[in-house]
């Protein structure tokens, strides 16, 4: 009886070695599964570099590649100052209206950070957008609203300039 054990076990593997799945070929190849936070990593690292791509491009004032690189980057991950350079990249293309939405989806961004300090950039990039495409009273509101945030010396300057460049119908910067 002692023998039947080890030669009911030999059996078993026997059995299973032949008649598996894997020894048919119905199993594929093991192919590992990434986690989520591996996936998320990958698309943060290629946002990033589509982002870095677009900012050499948009330096060297190539702004249709530039755009190019800034909607690959947003493809993978969402982030506000790729809508920021976006919209300056389509605003130097004279595509206002696509400059417009990028800069209120920044925006909305920044909005839902709280972040004040882009809040005023993206209120006076809205007022370059308007200004450009000549909307004079929403550019003044934007300038206007702008300089109620959080901006630099040098931008509440240009922003000053502007609307006193404008025609004003009545209104004034706010101090």
Same mark, same amino acid.
């Given at each position: 009886?002692?023998?039947?054990?080890?030669?009911?076990?030999?059996?078993?593997?026997?059995?299973?070695?032949?008649?598996?799945?894997?020894?048919?070929? $119905?199993?594929?190849?093991?192919?590992?599964?990434?986690?989520?936070?591996?996936?998320? %990593?990958?698309?943060?690292?290629?946002?990033?570099?589509?982002?870095?791509?677009? *900012?050499?491009?948009?330096?060297?004032?190539?702004?249709?590649?530039?755009?190019?690189?800034?909607?690959?980057? %947003?493809?993978?991950?969402?982030?506000? *100052?790729?809508?920021?350079?976006?919209?300056?990249? %389509?605003? $130097?293309?004279?595509?206002?209206?696509?400059?417009?939405?990028?800069? $209120?989806?920044?925006?909305?961004?920044? *909005?839902?950070?709280?972040?004040?300090?882009?809040?005023?950039?993206?209120?006076?990039?809205?007022?370059?957008?308007?200004?450009?495409?000549?909307?004079?009273?929403? $550019?003044?509101?934007?300038?206007?609203?702008?300089?109620?945030?959080?901006?630099?010396?040098?931008?509440?300057?240009?922003?000053?300039?502007?609307?006193?460049?404008?025609?004003?119908?009545?209104?004034?910067?706010?101090?």
């Amino acid at each position: 009886m002692k023998w039947r054990q080890p030669v009911a076990i030999i059996l078993i593997i026997a059995f299973f070695a032949v008649f598996s799945p894997s020894a048919s070929g $119905a199993v594929k190849k093991f192919i590992p599964v990434k986690s989520g936070m591996e996936e998320a %990593l990958e698309a943060f690292i290629g946002a990033r570099n589509a982002f870095a791509n677009g *900012n050499i491009f948009q330096k060297n004032k190539e702004y249709e590649e530039a755009v190019k690189y800034y909607v690959a980057s %947003l493809r993978l991950w969402r982030n506000e *100052n790729v809508y920021f350079n976006l919209a300056q990249c %389509l605003l $130097a293309l004279k595509q206002y209206d696509f400059a417009e939405w990028s800069a $209120a989806k920044g925006l909305e961004i920044s *909005n839902l950070k709280d972040d004040t300090v882009n809040l005023g950039s993206f209120m006076v990039l809205l007022g370059n957008i308007y200004y450009e495409s000549h909307n004079t009273k929403k $550019a003044k509101d934007a300038y206007n609203f702008a300089l109620r945030l959080p901006i630099s010396e040098e931008g509440y300057s240009f922003v000053i300039e502007r609307i006193e460049s404008m025609d004003c119908d009545g209104l004034s910067p706010v101090h």
